[in-house]
């Protein structure tokens, strides 16, 4: 491939990424329980990561709205998977957070429910995307989630939020880090994402994956 047609492609694919987001984005429902998750067949992908990793800011920043997802620190509130529906061509799913210090059992037993059964029977869940703290980097709470998505064979990939937070060398610590772990567990894709909502690091590039996504 020229030079030329790289270039071209990745205009294109910038292009196809923005165009997506510029889409109405509409909230469709919380799901309490899986029985309330809705049926659907657009393409769908999932958010998933610790509380305070950074996700409602997150998917407020991909959609370009302040208030879409709603950024809390408020832990024990219902947790509900969020659906948004994205022009009609993507649908987004908002998993609660998960990993408080101090949750009471039944809460992490009820997120356990409401996240595993919606994982194992999700036939439009193309990816879910696996947010970590680039501070923190992967707690056994996210090795665990790691777990649930091998188990239900869907395939992840890492995203760091919050990477204004560091130095570029302290980024590519963890980065390495991570890929090292990352490249041991088969359903993960290798590529990791680096993020931040708040300076707007790497949500072009995210846009453009979940546009490819939303494509195939
Ligand atoms: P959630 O619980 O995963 O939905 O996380 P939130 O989006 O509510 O964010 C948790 C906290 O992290 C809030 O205080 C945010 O302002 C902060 N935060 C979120 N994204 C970033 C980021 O990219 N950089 C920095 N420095 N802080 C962030």
Known sequence: MHMQDMTDH???????????????CTFVLGAAGPEQIPDSTLPEVAFAGRSNVGKSSLVNALTGRRTLARVSNTPGRTQQ????????RLMLADLPGYGFAKAPRDLVEQWTLLTDSYLRGRAPLRRALLLIDARHGL?????????MLNIAAVSYQCVLTKCDKLTDAG?????????????RLGAAHPRIF??????????EALR???AEI???
């Open 10 to 24: 990745n205009e294109a694919a910038l292009a196809a990424g923005r165009w997506l987001f510029a889409q109405t």
């Open 81 to 88: 998977i969020n659906f948004f529906n994205l022009g009609g």
């Open 139 to 147: 707690k056994n709470t996210d090795r665990k989630v790691m777990t």
């Open 171 to 183: 980024l590519q610590v963890t980065m390495d880090t991570l890929a090292v772990e990352v490249s």
């Open 194 to 203: 680096t993020t931040s909502a708040r300076v707007g690091i790497g949500i």
């Open 208 to 210: 453009v994956e979940l």
């Open 214 to 216: 939303a494509a195939a």
